[in-house]
């Protein structure tokens, strides 16, 4: 009898176990039913192969986000090697604190002013694009409109009541609607790049990898064939 009570008792916590792995697979938000907050995404596809629009990016996220949001986990050398661009160029255009090429890409701003001056301390950006879908900050930066009654006379419809000021504002005034939008897919796409810089670089390895695989079980087949025909 204890046998089989312990046996019962152990299905029972499989099942509890199982229930709870199945509705943690499912994505609940806060913020709306919507795949981006009250609304749906845009669609956006990366292309972190692309130099120029990274290149572009990273220029939108040095000038206009850098001073709040750091890339704590990135290097300067990194991005500047990654990215094709020369590290003096680097250095002389987009390293505005007298950082060295190899530190990380911290910023200067401590969470006592940060609060003090926007209410809380602004997060680091390197890890947003696999914390959020890379078409969720796609949105995000393409839906500020105005609202005179928040702080900074903006809201936003993906992040209600986002604390966050539209530090773009200046760009989506002076730009044309279709180069804004190409404004804010490269630095969504330089953002999917930061959170993963080795990705392309896996990509081209595993194609390697499999073609070795292949080769290597061709090989071993045809020597199965001729060792199975010794046997006989």
Known sequence: ???????????????????????????????????CGTIECDNFSANTTDLASLQSGLT??????????????????????????????????????????????????????????????????TLEARIRKPEWIYTYLRTYYP???????????????VSMPNVLEDLQLNLSSAEFDKVIYDLTNFLVYVAD?????????????????LLFTSFAYLTYREFKKELK
């Open 1 to 35: 009898m204890q046998t089989c009570s312990g046996e019962s008792s152990w299905a029972l916590k499989m099942r509890l176990l199982f229930i709870i792995l199945f509705f943690s697979s499912f994505s609940f938000s806060a913020e709306g039913d919507f795949s």
């Open 60 to 125: 939108t996220y040095m000038n206009n986000c850098y001073g709040c949001h750091s890339l704590k986990y990135s290097r300067y050398n990194r991005v500047a090697k990654d990215l094709k661009i020369p590290i003096e160029i680097y250095q002389e255009n987009l390293i505005f604190d007298g950082s060295k090429p190899g530190e990380l890409m911290n910023i200067s701003l401590n969470e006592k002013d940060a609060v003090e001056w926007i209410g809380a301390k602004p997060p680091d950006l």
């Open 147 to 161: 609202d005179a009654s928040r702080p900074y006379g903006v809201n936003n419809k993906v992040y209600q009541n």
């Open 197 to 213: 810089p080795s990705a392309n670089e896996r990509k081209r390895i595993g194609v390697y990898v499999l073609l070795f695989l």
